[in-house]
Each structure stands twice: as C-alpha cells, then as structure tokens.
C-alpha cells in the first residue's frame, strides 16, 4: 500500500483546512486508516482513525470536535477536514493504513500545517 498525503499549508486561527490522503497498491487489504501529527523533538501523536468498511472513527482528545476524518472508498481516498484550527494545531500531519491487527504497516510521507497570524 502506498500512501500520498497533501493540502497542507499557511493558516490563519480559527481557519480551516482539508487534508487528503490518496491510498493505491493493494488497497483492498486496508481495514483502517489514520491520521498522525509530529511537531519537532516529539512523538508522533494519533489524531484520528477511521475503519474502512464501517466508516467507524475515533479521535485523539485535542482535536475532538473540531477535526472530521472521513474517506471515499471507491476513490481510495482518506479525508482530515481542520476547522477552528490553533497554534497548537501546527504540525507535519501523516496518514497511514492498518490491514492487520498489528498496528499501522504504511506511512505517507506527510504534509505540513503551520497555524499562525
């Protein structure tokens, strides 16, 4: 599975942003995707994951509320809609895609959000 992640970019507080994700490979292997964010000197932190099939998502607790992950299965696309967006909030967000039950086998290389004024 390859993984191609885009939109970032320059933002204002309290703006919005989509990220996208384009997924190709073997695609139909994928049980779940996800969404990662990693400043400078930190860990790569869980934003947001949704299950394939079901659409089933789930969030990390700073972005509850505000962030929307969804995908388009039939364009093999994953979706991380920003909204209200902080500071805080800047960060190289990654996508990447879980077909087992070990965890996130594939990475995209990410793409940058910078929030500021």
């Known amino acids: 599975v390859q993984l191609q992640a885009s939109g970032g970019g320059l933002v204002q507080p309290g703006d919005s942003l989509r990220l996208s994700c384009a997924a190709s490979?073997?695609?139909?292997?994928?049980?779940?995707m996800g969404w990662f964010r990693q400043t400078p000197g930190q860990e790569r932190k869980f934003v947001a994951r949704i299950t394939w099939s079901s659409g089933s998502t789930s969030y990390g607790g700073s972005v509850q509320g505000r962030f929307a992950v969804s995908r388009d299965n039939a364009k093999n696309m994953l979706y991380l809609q920003l909204n209200s967006l902080k500071p805080e909030d800047t960060a190289v967000y990654y996508c990447?895609?879980?077909?087992?039950?070990?965890?996130?086998?594939?990475w995209g290389q990410g793409t940058q959000v910078t929030v500021s004024s």
């Open positions: 990447a895609a879980q077909t087992g039950a070990s965890g996130y086998e594939y």
């Open positions: 490979g073997r695609t139909g292997s994928i049980y779940a």
